[in-house]
């Protein structure tokens, strides 16, 4: 059987070696088996599987209780699909608004940019325009600071 230092699994996965003692401490992934000679961690194929599946939920801001959850409900299977896609789901709604909110921001600064690219050049009727975009935006960007 082929086994990975930490050092392997934190280049293959981008998680830095704490993050990976961490997830052993808190019991998201392990117990990771040992050397028997120096005691070091020996990751294996499966370890480096579960590892990068919570280096993606990690990337997409899942929190621990939700890695501990999904790493359960991977291991059940088919009897945790149901779970498994709600958790995924309620994920993916707030990814969904984090882009809204992204998206009204970047509006509102390339509004901005426009008017005062008009005011640089000297265009009062563009910087009217754009003065105009900027106001048509101002309430869904309130929306999105509350």
């Not at 120096?38 to 993606?56: T, W």
């Not at 008017?115 to 048509?136: M, N, Q, T, Y």
């Amino acid at each position: 059987m082929t086994t990975l230092t930490i050092q392997q699994v934190s280049q293959q996965t981008g998680l830095s070696e704490p993050t990976l003692r961490y997830y052993e401490d808190v019991a998201l992934i392990g117990p990771i088996a040992r050397d028997a000679s120096s005691r070091h961690r020996r990751y294996s194929e499966g370890d480096l599987d579960a590892l990068q599946a919570l280096a993606c939920l990690r990337a997409m801001g899942v929190g621990i209780e939700d890695m501990r959850t999904y790493q359960s409900n991977r291991a059940l299977g088919r009897a945790a699909a149901g779970e498994q896609r709600d958790l995924l789901l309620r994920h993916a709604t707030r990814i969904h608004d984090e882009i809204r909110t992204l998206r009204v921001h970047l509006d509102y600064l390339e509004l901005k940019a426009a008017l005062w690219d008009a005011r640089d050049r000297g265009d009062a009727s563009e910087e009217a325009a754009a003065h105009l975009r900027v106001e048509e935006i101002l309430p869904a960007l309130s929306a999105v600071l509350r």
